[in-house]
């Protein structure tokens, strides 16, 4: 399977640090040095539908590929407008999509779970082209008084269109559940049978303990990645880490001893946009012209679970 063009779609409103602190004890030097942030794009006016089908109509252009020939649809997201219907079926309408559609909850590693799932059905000869959409608006989840947290994440579309050929090598996953680290509750409902329902609440995180295992599992997973495959860490032209924070993606490129230029980095202008931050990056090397025929990356997610995923791909 290969990567056959991308995708992405972020919204208008820019929202800086220095607009932060005009509601939150924080400053711009206090969250840029944390975590390389200085500002990220948040909904206003959009939907997070619109900016899945911004992403996906950017994709399949950019991949020369006709509505028609895509024979399946699969949406990463930790929630959109709707449980039901998926979003996967709502921007299949405007895209001009016949075929089936899913939604994926993988978190901040659903890019990758998608990348896997998407392998499976062109194997299996159930699929030849499949739009992966990676759409996630964070801020709905975020606690806005909560200088830790809010200021950390964005909302974003990121897509790919995937098909047959030589491309993807492997695909690995790891999970340590850890709920108690990093967790997004969903709405209690209002049953008149629950017993002491949980009271809804906004993303809570540790966020030491997600640096460290953030930090101590990426590079382990690369290593193995690298180890797999007989590479050795300047073999690989880039590494596409989910963009979460600075100090993580400095840290694992210091552990592997390689230069900055293969550690792209988006995170400054984005912030923490979960499943969407690969592919929003990886769109805007593509048309940067840094994906070159021949060009090796190793991409690698971490988030909720906890959970890691781990992809050796050529261009």
């Not at 959009?46 to 899945?52: G, M, R």
């Not at 959409?133 to 606690?143: G, Q």
């Not at 997600?210 to 032209?237: G, N, R, T």
Request: charged content about 20%; hydrophobic content about 45%.
């Amino acid at each position: 399977m290969k990567i056959l063009g991308t995708g992405s779609a972020l919204p208008k409103k820019v929202v800086t640090n220095d607009d932060l602190a005009a509601f939150l004890d924080t400053s711009d030097e206090w969250i840029s040095t944390r975590t390389g942030i200085r500002e990220r794009r948040v909904l206003s006016e959009e939907t997070l539908q619109s900016l899945a089908e911004a992403a996906g109509k950017a994709a399949l252009e950019n991949a020369r590929v006709a509505p028609e020939e895509i024979d399946f649809v699969l949406v990463t997201t930790v929630q959109a407008e709707t449980l039901s219907p998926a979003l996967a079926c709502d921007i299949q309408t405007a895209l001009g999509l016949k075929c089936m559609g899913l939604d994926l909850n993988g978190g901040c590693t659903g890019f990758i779970a998608a990348l896997s799932v998407a392998e499976g059905l062109i194997a299996a000869g159930r699929a030849r082209k499949v739009l992966i959409v990676s759409a996630e608006a964070l801020s709905r989840f975020a606690d806005w008084t909560d200088r830790s947290t809010c200021v950390l994440f964005g909302d974003a579309a990121g897509a790919c269109v995937v098909g047959e050929g030589e491309g993807l090598k492997d695909i690995r996953f790891m999970s340590e559940p850890r709920r108690d680290v990093l967790c997004a509750s969903t709405p209690p409902g209002n049953s008149p049978f629950a017993v002491d329902p949980a009271p809804a609440e906004y993303l809570k995180m540790q966020g030491q303990e997600v640096y460290k295992f953030a930090v101590s599992h990426s590079f382990k997973d690369i290593q193995a990645m690298l180890a797999a495959h007989d590479l050795q860490p300047e073999d690989v032209d880039f590494y596409v880490l989910h963009q979460a924070n600075m100090r993580i993606l400095e840290a694992v490129r210091t552990r592997l001893k390689v230069a900055p230029e293969h550690f792209p980095h988006n995170i400054e202008r984005t912030g923490n946009t979960s499943s969407a931050t690969i592919p929003v990056l990886l769109d805007e090397m593509n048309r940067a012209g840094q994906l070159k025929p021949g060009c090796r990356a190793i991409l690698n997610a971490f988030g909720a679970g906890l959970c890691t995923g781990t992809a050796l791909i050529e261009f």
